[in-house]
């Protein structure tokens, strides 16, 4: 079926940028959308930005809007988060999710990756 697989997280500086990648493998026609999610300890898991795979439609958390930026190479069937202007506040666990649906909660979204660390600090 679908794997989801997360790369390009690491460690930056409050106001630098990271580039996380998800690349899906399997039947990725059943999924509509993209999204990406983050979680960081003892805080719920919030969708920061999600992509329908046809029409390439956007949208943000108020969090991120301006800062991020999704996008998707369909040839390669990897999607992108590029994040800029980080702040600490960003510093979770970034995981990509695939599925039918494009909600805003988790349980609407059929595959998940393993989830690629994010840490912003000084």
């Known amino acids: 079926q679908v794997q989801v697989k997360e790369s390009g997280g690491g460690s930056a500086q409050p106001g630098g940028s990271l580039r996380l990648s998800c690349a899906a493998s399997g039947y990725t026609y059943s999924s509509n959308c993209i999204a990406w999610f983050r979680q960081a300890p003892g805080k719920q898991r919030e969708r920061v930005a999600v992509?329908?795979?046809?029409?390439?439609?956007?949208a943000y958390a108020d969090s991120v809007k301006g800062r991020f930026t999704i996008s998707r190479d369909n040839a390669k069937n990897t999607v992108y988060l590029q994040m800029n202007s980080l702040k600490p506040e960003d510093t979770a666990m970034y995981y990509c999710?695939?599925?039918?649906?494009?909600?805003?909660?988790?349980?609407?979204?059929?595959?998940w990756g393993q989830g690629t660390q994010v840490t912003v600090s000084s």
């Open positions: 992509i329908r795979t046809g029409g390439g439609s956007t």
């Open positions: 999710a695939a599925g039918r649906f494009c909600g805003l909660v988790g349980r609407e979204y059929d595959y």
